[in-house]
Structures are given as C-alpha cells and as structure tokens.
C-alpha cells in the first residue's frame, strides 16, 4: 500500500486565531488525485510557536517538516512536493 503523506494542521488557540481555522477545510480543498493519499489531522499545538522565533504562525506540518504562515495554496504545495521526493 502506497505511504500517505501526514498532514497535523495546528488547532492550538495562537495558531486558529491567527489563520489556522481556515486550514480545516483543506481536506476539502485537496486536488481529486490528492486526497487518497493524505491523512489530515488536526493536533493541539505542535509546539512551533514557541521554538520559531522567526516563523510566524499558523503552522501545520507536513511528513513532520513545519510549514509556517500555512495556507491551503501553500499545503498543497507542499503535499505534491513531499510525494515527488517520495518518487526519487
Ligand atoms: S499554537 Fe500552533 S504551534 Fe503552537
């Protein structure tokens, strides 16, 4: 069976309040060919915001890399690099 990408989306309160409530609907905003092949799961705070002091919230992770200032647009970004990477 094919590896699903992992994706923890932030619900923890700095995150929803700064953007983070917008990144529930990704599961709907997933590409058709996209959407067997993610877990999408929100988690309370995954901690990014106390460690990047640089990075701005809201964070999400994908296959455990952080991804701030996340957006739908730039999960998926993500998402389809992860399962390129995944090809080589
Ligand atoms: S509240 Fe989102 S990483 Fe901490």
Known sequence: MEKKIKVKICIGTLCYVMGGSEL?????????ELKKRVDIEGSICLGF??????????????NGKCVSRASITKL?????????????
């Open 24 to 32: 529930q609907l990704l599961e709907e905003h997933l590409p058709e």
């Open 49 to 62: 915001c106390n460690s990047n002091e640089d990075e701005k919230p809201p964070f999400a992770s994908v």
């Open 76 to 88: 998926i970004n993500q998402i389809k690099k992860e399962l390129e990477d995944g090809l080589h």
